[in-house]
């Protein structure tokens, strides 16, 4: 009998990791870190992400997920500041924001590199965008990684 508890437990818990493994997080606070390590120290600050910001789960370690951005890098994050609201990040030196889903439309706002954005809809190739400052627009998902 313990035997097949302890068996359906671990299998609860891979089948919960292999969930988690290649999912899309979304920084959820205004500014989070994401360190070297799974531990929180003022030594292991890798990057500081802002509101929005993008992650890939590649694991978890404890009360933290093991994350990478769209550069590539990869660091930790408490489970407990990120959510999965559908976001994207700039991966293009400027990225226009338009007021419609088309290069026709009128440029509202160029955003930089590493600019991050709430994900608000999706039309074809293009996606509906809203910045922490309340700007909305529509920019083309081949400049943007996340979502």
């Given at each position: 009998?313990?035997?097949?508890?302890?068996?359906?437990?671990?299998?609860?818990?891979?089948?919960?990791?292999?969930?988690?493994?290649?999912?899309?997080?979304?920084?959820a606070v205004?500014?989070?870190?994401?360190?070297?390590?799974?531990?929180?120290?003022?030594?292991?600050?890798?990057?500081?992400a802002p509101?929005?910001?993008?992650?890939?789960?590649?694991?978890?370690?404890?009360?933290?997920?093991?994350?990478?951005?769209?550069?590539?890098?990869?660091?930790?994050?408490?489970?407990?500041?990120?959510?999965?609201?559908?976001?994207?990040?700039?991966?293009?030196?400027?990225?226009?924001?338009?007021?419609?889903?088309?290069?026709?439309?009128?440029?509202?706002?160029?955003?930089?590199?590493?600019v991050s954005?709430?994900?608000?809809?999706?039309?074809?190739?293009?996606?509906?965008?809203?910045?922490?400052?309340?700007?909305?627009?529509?920019?083309?998902?081949?400049?943007?990684?996340?979502?």
């Amino acid at each position: 009998m313990k035997f097949r508890t302890v068996t359906t437990v671990l299998l609860i818990l891979l089948c919960w990791a292999a969930v988690a493994y290649g999912e899309m997080v979304s920084v959820a606070v205004d500014r989070a870190n994401i360190r070297e390590t799974p531990k929180i120290n003022q030594y292991n600050l890798f990057i500081q992400a802002p509101i929005h910001y993008p992650l890939r789960v590649l694991g978890t370690e404890g009360a933290f997920y093991k994350v990478m951005d769209y550069r590539g890098q990869q660091g930790y994050i408490d489970t407990d500041i990120v959510d999965k609201t559908r976001s994207a990040v700039v991966t293009v030196g400027r990225g226009n924001l338009r007021s419609g889903p088309g290069t026709s439309n009128k440029v509202i706002l160029r955003a930089e590199r590493g600019v991050s954005f709430k994900v608000i809809k999706e039309s074809g190739e293009w996606l509906q965008l809203e910045h922490a400052s309340g700007s909305t627009g529509w920019m083309h998902k081949n400049l943007l990684w996340g979502y």
